[in-house]
């Protein structure tokens, strides 16, 4: 890190990498040794067993050089997306200047604005599995040229996502290198934003597929955690609507080569009252979730 902070306070060496990135850009072209890539596998911490792969972490170490290039192209997508305002504004992570207080306080706001009008809120969240390894290379490209970016960075990341190879660090264990034909590496500085507009094209579907089936419901998303929020005077009412919207998702979403994990699925109920009430249980099981 300390060499890291030398080369980053010299002139020269951030004007060579300034010019390396303009280069990749303008040929679209990324080179192959930025492409090779490890794979560290570290369990989470504080389970009961590791029978099932989601309870590792793979964590990516990436070219050094090469993560300082994909920061300077990320801060341009930023600055360019926000000038097309292609990102949806349900989109509150992977975005500069947007964090998880933003959303904190978006969904404050909505269940105090909710209270003045006696209305009850209630939020299903969830969460899509696996989703930086997930994210499909051909339908990310269509994005961004849906995007409207222009054809040098269209053309840059179609070689960016394409022959790229990585191999397993497990304990003692070495896998052989092997193809990696989808996902971005959650390593990267160029995954947040990636993922930001991956998924906006997939909240704009989803907000007219709402409106379309009549389904009164907001939805706040920060990178692959999602919100369903819904406000009503009845817990009845807004069951109804989280259940509608939650089917609506699952389907959208295998669409975009993602699935929702089920299990951490969860409701919670705000309401102004001081009384104890009784919470109608939330059904998910016809489309393949729990009674929560």
């Not at 003045?116 to 599995?129: G, P, V």
């Not at 909240?203 to 955690?225: G, M, R, T």
Request: glycine fraction near 4%.
């Amino acid at each position: 890190m300390g060499h890291l902070k030398t080369i980053l306070k010299d002139d020269g060496c951030l004007s060579n990498i300034i010019s390396i990135t303009n280069t990749c850009i303008d040929l679209g072209f990324w080179p192959s040794h930025f492409k090779r890539f490890m794979m560290v596998v570290i369990p989470k911490p504080n389970k009961q067993s590791y029978d099932f792969p989601k309870l590792f972490r793979p964590i990516i170490l990436l070219n050094i050089l090469g993560k300082l290039i994909e920061k300077v192209i990320s801060e341009r997508l930023q600055f360019l997306t926000v000038s097309n305002n292609f990102i949806h504004p349900s989109q509150l992570g992977g975005l500069k200047f947007k964090s998880m207080t933003d959303m904190g306080m978006a969904l404050t706001h909505i269940i105090q604005s909710g209270w003045i009008k006696n209305f009850s809120t209630s939020t299903l969240t969830f969460d899509i599995m696996q989703f930086f390894p997930s994210l499909n290379h051909c339908l990310l490209t269509l994005i961004l040229k849906k995007a409207e970016f222009n054809n040098c960075i269209v053309s840059f990341f179609a070689n960016y996502l394409v022959d790229r190879k990585t191999n397993y660090f497990w304990n003692s264990f070495t896998s052989p290198l092997f193809d990696v034909n989808v996902g971005v590496g959650q390593g990267s500085a160029l995954s947040p934003i990636l993922s930001a507009l991956y998924l906006s094209l997939l909240l704009y579907i989803l907000e007219k597929c709402l409106k379309n089936l009549k389904i009164p419901i907001s939805i706040i998303l920060f990178v692959d955690d999602g919100l369903f929020i819904s406000q009503s005077r009845s817990f009845y009412i807004s069951n109804c609507h989280l259940f509608c919207s939650y089917n609506v998702i699952s389907n959208l979403l295998k669409k975009f080569s993602l699935i929702v994990e089920h299990s951490k699925t969860e409701v919670f109920h705000f309401n102004r009252s001081q009384d104890v009430f009784n919470l109608p249980p939330l059904n998910l099981s016809p489309i393949g979730g729990t009674i929560i």
